[in-house]
T-cell receptor, first 111, second 113 residues
Framework: GEDVEQSLFLSVREGDSSVINCTYT??????LYWYKQEPGAGLQLLTYIFSNMDMKQDQRLTVLLNKKDKHLSLRIADTQTGDSAIYFCAEKNSSQGNLIFGKGTKLSVKP | DTAVSQTPKYLVTQMGNDKSIKCEQN?????MYWYKQDSKKFLKIMFSYNNKELIINETVPNRFSPKSPDKAHLNLHINSLELGDSAVYFC???WGTGGGGYTFGSGTRLTVV
């Protein structure tokens, strides 16, 4: 079945760039997503990319999609302490329409 | 104006009780979902409804019963609560075949004691 994999932890220094990586299995996925979850909070949609795109940029966020390798990445430029959170990669289930989430990457930003 | 609202936000109850969580969306979406987030933060789909019709029913104990009275509401009823049901439950909505339009509620933290 479909699966989404991402590393569980990432630690960076304030001001550095963060890169969170994700791999997925459903080559028919039309959309891929990044969600952010702060402690005790809900899921905030950060950005999404359509599968016919290679890159999408939105202020400090850059999403790269390598469809051949089924690899998605999220780059956060000039990472701030407020960016500390869990980041979830998700693909859209092409047959049923629900989101399939990775296990989440906990980003820790050290001052 | 909240787009996807869930009530209650917190729910503490004893084992064996029956409880309900309510969800409403005012986005005009036609599909609604329930996701469960466990203590390790893993998120899994439980159910989805499209225009009041059940689309997804994952391997969830039949103590869990979703009900969709109309396309703006999807409630989750849980019978005979068990300790392992403790989790955060998220409601979400989208257009059935849409792209970026998945909107999540703020979650209901269920604790079974």
């Amino acid at each position: 079945g479909e699966d989404v994999e991402q590393s569980l932890f990432l630690s960076v220094r304030e001001g550095d760039s963060s890169v969170i990586n994700c791999t997925y299995t459903d080559s028919s996925s039309t959309y891929l997503y990044w969600y952010k979850q702060e402690p005790g909070a809900g899921l905030q949609l950060l950005t999404y990319i359509f599968s016919n795109m290679d890159m999408k940029q939105d202020q400090r966020l850059t999403v790269l999609l390598n469809k051949k390798d089924k690899h998605l990445s999220l780059r956060i430029a000039d990472t701030q302490t407020g960016d500390s959170a869990i980041y979830f990669c998700a693909e859209k289930n092409s047959s049923q329409g629900n989101l399939i989430f990775g296990k989440g990457t906990k980003l820790s930003v050290k001052p | 104006d909240t787009a996807v609202s869930q009530t209650p936000k917190y729910l503490v109850t004893q084992m064996g009780n029956d409880k309900s969580i309510k969800c409403e969306q005012n986005l005009g979406h036609d599909t609604m979902y329930w996701y469960k987030q466990d203590s390790k933060k893993f998120l899994k789909i439980m159910f989805s409804y499209n225009n009041k019709e059940l689309i997804i029913n994952e391997t969830v104990p039949n103590r869990f019963s979703p009900k969709s009275p109309d396309k703006a509401h999807l409630n989750l009823h849980i019978n005979s609560l068990e300790l392992g049901d403790s989790a955060v439950y998220f409601c979400a909505s989208s257009w059935g075949t849409g792209g970026g339009g998945y909107t999540f509620g703020s979650g209901t933290r269920l604790t079974v004691v």
